[in-house]
């Protein structure tokens, strides 16, 4: 049977990109010897990184004066790295679920951080919209897209002081105006690669802001090389994420970039939500107008939460794979990343008509 892979991450992979790796680990470009047992110092992998970095400029638009790195530790990495780099004495931060408030806790290390806003109180359904950014603050930071809880911010905002987005789940599925933003960084295991790498889109005048003495590995300019064929490659790189992750890129940009990637999302989107509108067993957990184009999320309608076991079951015998919602929202949440087809939407939206005539 077919699989319909929803999973929040590590999740689905364009299958052009996993099979590229695994002939990749065969054979690296012609040499005979396979990516994971090569040397990251020889010109065949200088030239693997120059050119992620450079589809990740092409498509994004990134401009010249910001650095794009690619170091391990994954996001949770970056919510200490980001105000060791960055905060001198205060930062502001937004916050929309779990993933904010581990950036919160670990800002705290390095000086005043001050929560602007929260949608705790309603368990993060919705993105706070009438707060103001304190203007003495270093940086005001973001979740563009609260993966748990299904809530996106849909559009850059603007703000008074330095702009710095956690994009992990939702980078590449849009245009992104990275100008507005002094940092956007993530994890790369939910939209351009597996789990491993970490992606960190600095913009060079920030470097050294905090003024704090720093180990090696925190400081962002020791991913900063002498030539380009150098970034990130101060120690040894995650090899195999990049790799996954370059040939995930290369896929996007075949589909025609992330502008293709935005309406294939919001198709597909469109598509679930509706259903989810439609059906009279469910309801979103998200209100609508900051439901994600990448994580729906829905549960049982009231009066029917007893079918919850029965519609998991049903959806597991027709393929549907990592539907469970996160234990903090319960019932499901279905993933939705730039590399699910709309044919797994499609497949979904059928077996919750099947479940509903049944
Ligand atoms: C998954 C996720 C994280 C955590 O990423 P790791 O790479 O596992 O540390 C952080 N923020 C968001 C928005 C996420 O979706």
Redesign the pocket.
Same mark, same amino acid.
């Given at each position: 049977m077919k699989k319909h892979n929803f999973n929040a $991450?590590p999740c689905v992979l364009p299958r052009e990109a996993v099979e590229a790796a695994i002939e990749a680990i065969r054979d690296f470009d012609g040499t005979g010897i396979g990516l994971l047992e090569i040397s990251h110092r020889t010109p065949g992998w200088e030239r693997v990184m120059a050119e992620t970095e450079a589809l990740w400029r092409d498509l994004l638009n990134i401009p010249d004066d910001y650095a794009v790195l690619f170091p391990g =530790? =994954? %996001? !949770? @990495?970056q919510f200490f790295e980001v105000p060791a780099n960055l905060m001198k004495t205060k930062a502001a931060y937004l916050q929309t =679920?779990v993933?904010a408030k /581990?950036a919160i806790k670990e800002a705290r290390f390095f000086g005043d951080v001050e929560v602007v806003a929260s949608s705790e109180d309603k368990n993060y359904t919705y993105i706070p919209k009438n707060y103001t950014i304190p203007t003495d603050a270093d940086y005001f930071h973001i @979740?563009t +897209? +609260?993966?748990?809880y299904g809530t996106e911010i849909h559009e850059d905002i603007s703000s008074p002081v330095t702009l710095v987005a956690?994009m !992990? !789940?939702d980078i590449m599925s849009r245009p992104v105006d990275v100008r507005k933003y002094g940092l956007i960084y $993530? =994890?790369a295991? /939910?939209n351009v690669g597996p %789990?491993g790498v970490?992606f960190v889109i600095v913009r060079r005048d920030l470097l050294g802001s905090s003024e704090r003495k720093l180990p090696t590995m925190v400081n962002y300019s020791t991913f900063i090389g002498a030539e380009p064929r150098d970034n990130s490659m101060f120690n040894t790189p995650p090899v195999f994420a990049i790799y996954v992750m370059y040939q995930t890129l290369k896929w996007v940009k075949a589909q025609g970039g992330v502008e293709a990637m935005q309406k294939l999302n919001k198709d597909k989107a469109d598509l679930l939500y509706a259903e989810i509108d439609r059906n009279p067993l469910f309801v979103g957990t998200a209100v609508k107008e900051d439901r994600s184009l990448m994580n729906v999320c829905f549960v049982m309608a009231p009066g029917h939460e007893d079918k919850e076991t029965a519609f998991m079951t049903f959806a597991k015998e027709r393929g549907m794979v990592g539907i469970k919602g996160h234990r903090s929202v319960g019932g499901f949440r279905a993933s939705i990343y730039n590399a699910c087809p709309l044919e797994s939407v499609e497949a979904l939206v059928k077996c919750m008509r099947d479940f509903e005539k049944q």
């Open positions: $991450g =530790g =994954g %996001a !949770s @990495t =679920g993933w /581990k @979740t +897209n +609260n993966t748990i956690d !992990s !789940s $993530g =994890g295991q /939910k %789990a970490t």
